[in-house]
């Protein structure tokens, strides 16, 4: 029988991959200041799923690593629209690939969390 799904891969990548992030230990911080405003995002729910998996490449407070681009202190706008772009499966850079696995899974509410956050993350 032929059945090869190539597509099939990658949400068992994906699943081990987060199965992985999610085993990690949760930082218990004690931030008062943090905004819960719905429509700008919700700065701590944005630290959080940032630590599950964006700061394995893009390092502490997305203020890069080697390769992996700063991605700390844009515009919400700008960090909004190219999540959605990388969601979409849109190609932007030469690696866009790795950015396009990384945000297929968000939805819109963690795009937008995770844009208030970087704004002005700091390590
Ligand atoms: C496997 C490594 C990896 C992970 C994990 C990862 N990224 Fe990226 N990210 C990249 C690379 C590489 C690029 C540049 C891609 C390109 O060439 O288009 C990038 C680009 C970006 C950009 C665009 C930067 C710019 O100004 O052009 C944003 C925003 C971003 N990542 C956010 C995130 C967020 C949020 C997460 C967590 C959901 C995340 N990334 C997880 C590797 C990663």
Redesign the pocket.
């Known amino acids: 029988m032929k059945s090869s799904s190539p597509k099939a891969l990658l949400p068992l990548l994906l699943l081990s991959y987060f199965g992985y992030a999610f085993s990690g230990n949760t930082p218990a911080e004690d931030d008062t200041s943090t905004t819960t405003d719905a429509l700008a995002g919700n700065i701590q729910a944005g630290e959080e ?2 630590k599950k ?2 700061v ?3 390092g502490a407070a ?1 203020k890069g690593v080697a ?3 700063k ?1 700390s202190g ?1 515009e919400i706008s ?2 909004k629209s ?2 959605e772009t ?1 969601r979409n499966g849109v ?6 690939s ?2 396009i ?3 297929k899974p ?1 939805t819109d509410e963690e795009i937008a969390d ?1 844009a208030a956050y ?1 704004k002005d993350a700091s390590p």
Do not use: D, E, F, Q
Request: with cysteine.
């Open positions: 799923r940032y998996t964006c394995n490449c893009h997305g390769s992996y681009p991605i844009k700008y960090t190219m999540l990388y190609k932007v850079g030469p690696n866009s790795l950015m696995m990384m945000a968000l995770l970087l």
